[in-house]
C-alpha cells in the first residue's frame, strides 16, 4: 500500500480548515454572547464579565453564562411597563361613584344606586362640573358654596 505523494497537503488543508471552524466558532459564541448580555443588562460590569467568561471557559463558559442571564431582554421589560401603565391608565379613566364604589358611565349625574351627586352645575356658565372642583375651568368663577346641585328628577337645589 503506497501513500499519495501530496497526503501531506490534504492534511495540512484539512487541518486549516477546521482550525479557521472552530476560530470562526470561537469568535462568533464571544460576539453572540456580548450582543445577547447588551439586550438584557445596562451594567458595562455585567457585559464585561460575560464576556470574558465565554472567552476564557469556550463551552463551559456558555453554558454558565446561559444559566445566569436574565430571562428577558430590556425590550421586553420596556413593553412591560407599557402594557402595565396601560392597564393603570384604564384604570383610573373607569369612574366609579364615591360613595358605593360601582361603576359610573361619564355623563352620569347621579349616582343610579346610591343617588350620590356626581356632578354639580356651575353657577356661572352652567357646565356640569365635578363636585370636587373649587373654581370652574370653563369660565374661571370659583365654587366656594354657590353651584346647584342637580336633582334627579330635573330639578335644581341652589345651594348657598
Same mark, same amino acid.
Given at each position: !500500500?503506497?501513500?499519495?505523494?501530496?497526503l501531506?497537503?490534504?492534511?495540512?488543508?484539512?487541518?486549516?480548515?477546521?482550525?479557521?471552524? %472552530?476560530?470562526?466558532?470561537?469568535?462568533? !459564541?464571544?460576539?453572540?454572547?456580548?450582543?445577547?448580555?447588551?439586550?438584557?443588562?445596562?451594567?458595562?460590569?455585567?457585559?464585561? %464579565?460575560?464576556?470574558?467568561?465565554?472567552?476564557?471557559?469556550?463551552?463551559?463558559?456558555?453554558?454558565?453564562?446561559?444559566?445566569?442571564?436574565?430571562?428577558?431582554?430590556?425590550?421586553?421589560?420596556?413593553?412591560?411597563?407599557?402594557?402595565?401603565?396601560?392597564?393603570?391608565?384604564? %384604570?383610573?379613566?373607569?369612574?366609579?361613584?364615591?360613595?358605593?364604589?360601582?361603576?359610573?358611565?361619564?355623563?352620569?349625574?347621579?349616582?343610579?344606586?346610591?343617588?350620590?351627586?356626581?356632578?354639580?352645575?356651575? !353657577?356661572?356658565?352652567?357646565?356640569l362640573?365635578?363636585?370636587?372642583?373649587?373654581?370652574?375651568?370653563?369660565?374661571?368663577?370659583?365654587?366656594?358654596?354657590?353651584?346647584?346641585?342637580?336633582?334627579?328628577n330635573?330639578?335644581?337645589?341652589?345651594?348657598?
Amino acid at each position: !500500500m503506497t501513500l499519495p505523494e501530496n497526503l501531506n497537503s490534504y492534511i495540512s488543508a484539512a487541518l486549516f480548515v477546521m482550525g479557521a471552524y %472552530l476560530l470562526a466558532l470561537y469568535v462568533g !459564541m464571544i460576539i453572540w454572547t456580548y450582543r445577547d448580555v447588551s439586550s438584557r443588562s445596562r451594567d458595562l460590569l455585567a457585559r464585561i %464579565l460575560a464576556t470574558l467568561l465565554v472567552a476564557i471557559f469556550n463551552v463551559p463558559g456558555i453554558l454558565v453564562y446561559m444559566l445566569v442571564r436574565p430571562r428577558t431582554t430590556l425590550a421586553q421589560d420596556y413593553e412591560q411597563s407599557l402594557a402595565e401603565e396601560a392597564m393603570l391608565q384604564d %384604570l383610573e379613566d373607569r369612574r366609579i361613584c364615591p360613595n358605593c364604589h360601582r361603576p359610573v358611565r361619564e355623563d352620569y349625574i347621579v349616582c343610579p344606586e346610591c343617588h350620590q351627586h356626581l356632578m354639580t352645575k356651575c !353657577m356661572g356658565c352652567g357646565r356640569l362640573l365635578d363636585p370636587r372642583w373649587d373654581v370652574c375651568p370653563y369660565c374661571g368663577l370659583y365654587q366656594e358654596g354657590i353651584t346647584e346641585k342637580i336633582e334627579p328628577n330635573g330639578a335644581e337645589d341652589t345651594t348657598v
